[in-house]
């Protein structure tokens, strides 16, 4: 039976008593490499002061992983340098955010072929690849130089953005060509795939099927959205625990009969937080009779500190919700209420079940999890209401929320407005056809569908040798 090896960054399985900080993503990846008997391998999240390409095996959560340790000036040119100065902001239509440095390719590529150079030996012939996110694009072309035949696959969690856009990044004919070494390339939304396909087809002239195939550079692979789900199940059972009933009732209590709106983010300019707080600031300009009557929770988790762009948000972020709060509080109300520090899993759930409006905002969003375990959250008799970004990954199949344009104060305000008046009835109609998009379209079967597609995809060297005789 063909194993499965799953290649990402960092490697977080759950750990045996950790289950409560693990993400819904790792649990989902931890299940199917335990099924398959498979193997995790990705970066330590270690520097060491000289590469050495060895390996440290464990197991965790009953899931074998296998952990590689960089160098610090990897973890500057290949981690915080070309994915997270340059990929990141570019595939988030921010090319004003972007650093484009050589030394950063250099990084890039040199992390790539050391992960692929210490994988090589660990692949047996018949398992399956699969490679995760941005990090990695280039994986598959350094495991084909160095002969590997077998499938392997790659997903994109965030945004492949339009070509124009990707035209700004030198080399990027380069990076879309690596693709080509992939039986399968995933993507979160149809969008993605309409995006990337219009950059095959207008700039490197290949061609596109109806099928899903695209031809390009001698090769043919196929292109799939696989939108990915939270693990709905579990968050059912996480939202009954002893912590997230707790964190629900301590919620209510502190809100003392006003309403809640929420936000829950890692702190990041992609996920539209001044966007949020401006249009907030504008909704207690508009509507001072809802003064006392309401307040805003957003949890901004701290991310990628040492990125400039990162401190820079973190000051501005800072300085507006002073200026907020300053505005608008009275001795007995503080309208924002802006929180840096993470909760636990099950604590977050309790969080999210006492929020009469979900804002899930961002400026743009492979997917957004956050959107899909607010609605699991949800009382069935009473929930509340979501308000989500038109240009999150998630509004492609999440039509039933307040849909917005997080670029408009006035609009985001309106929304707020419209959800906190929103009558009973709808709620529950809304929330019932979020609540089954949400449970269907889980996170177990975005990774078998996943998986499967990959499993039956035709084995590069045969398609490219099909292609060759055509
Ligand atoms: C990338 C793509 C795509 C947040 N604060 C805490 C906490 N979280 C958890 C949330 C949620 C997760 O982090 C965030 O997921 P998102 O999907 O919103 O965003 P990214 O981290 O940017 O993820 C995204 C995703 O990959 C999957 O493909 O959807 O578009 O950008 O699960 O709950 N968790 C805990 N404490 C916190 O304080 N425990």
């Keep these: 039976m063909s194993r499965l090896i799953v290649v990402s960054n960092r490697v977080n399985p759950p750990s045996d008593t950790g289950v409560a900080t693990a993400g819904g993503l790792a649990m989902a990846l931890a299940a199917a490499l335990r099924d398959n008997k498979g193997l995790w391998f990705g970066w330590s999240g270690q520097t060491v002061e000289q590469y050495t390409g060895q390996i440290s095996m464990q197991v965790v959560g009953g899931v074998t992983v296998a952990l590689l340790d960089l160098e610090a000036q990897d973890q500057n040119e290949y981690y915080n340098g070309y994915a997270n100065r340059t990929l990141w902001p570019l595939f988030h239509y921010r090319p004003d955010l972007v650093s484009y440095e050589r030394s950063f390719d250099e990084g890039y590529a040199r992390v790539n072929t050391r992960f692929a150079e210490t994988l090589l030996p660990l692949i047996g012939p018949d398992d399956v690849v699969w490679v ?276 408009s104060r006035e609009d985001l305000s309106e929304a707020i407005h419209r959800g906190l008046s929103m009558p009973l009835k709808e709620r529950k109609r809304r929330w019932e056809g979020l609540y089954d998009d949400v449970k269907r379209n889980d996170v177990t079967r975005w990774r078998d569908a996943y998986v499967r597609e990959l499993t039956a995809a035709v084995p590069a060297e045969v398609r490219t040798g099909e292609l060759a005789e055509t």
């Design 132 to 407: 995760q996110d941005y990090h990695l694009i280039p994986l598959a072309r350094e495991l084909r130089a160095r002969g590997v035949k077998n499938r392997i696959g790659f997903f994109l969690h965030i945004p492949w953005p339009a070509r124009r856009i990707l035209n700004t990044l030198p080399h990027h004919d380069d990076l879309a060509q690596s693709l080509f070494s992939y039986d399968l390339v995933g993507f979160q939304t149809e969008d993605d795939v309409d995006a990337f396909s219009d950059y095959i087809v207008h700039d490197v002239h290949g061609v596109a099927s109806p099928d899903g195939r695209l031809d390009a550079y001698g090769k043919s692979i196929r292109v799939k959205a696989f939108p990915i789900g939270i693990d709905a199940e579990d968050f059912a059972e996480t939202l009954k625990s002893e912590r997230a009933t707790l964190f629900h009732r301590m919620m209510i209590k502190s809100q003392r009969g006003r309403k809640m709106l929420l936000g829950v983010d890692r702190l990041d300019y992609s996920k539209g937080l001044e966007e949020r707080f401006n249009a907030f600031d504008t909704f207690l300009s508009n509507n001072p009779e809802m003064h006392e009557h309401l307040f805003l929770l957003q949890i901004a988790t701290r991310s990628r500190d040492e990125v400039d762009a990162y401190q820079d948000l973190r000051n501005r972020l800072d300085n507006l919700s002073g200026k907020i709060n300053g505005a608008y509080s009275t001795v007995d109300w503080v309208p924002l209420r802006y929180v840096n520090r993470p909760y636990r899993r099950d604590e977050l759930a309790g969080i999210y079940r006492s929020a009469d409006i979900g804002l899930v905002t961002p400026l743009r969003d492979g997917m957004n999890l956050v959107a899909k375990e607010y609605v699991a959250a949800q009382d069935p008799n009473n929930p509340g209401v979501l308000v989500l970004s038109q240009f999150a990954g998630a509004a492609e199949h999440m039509k039933e929320a307040l849909i917005v344009n997080p670029l």
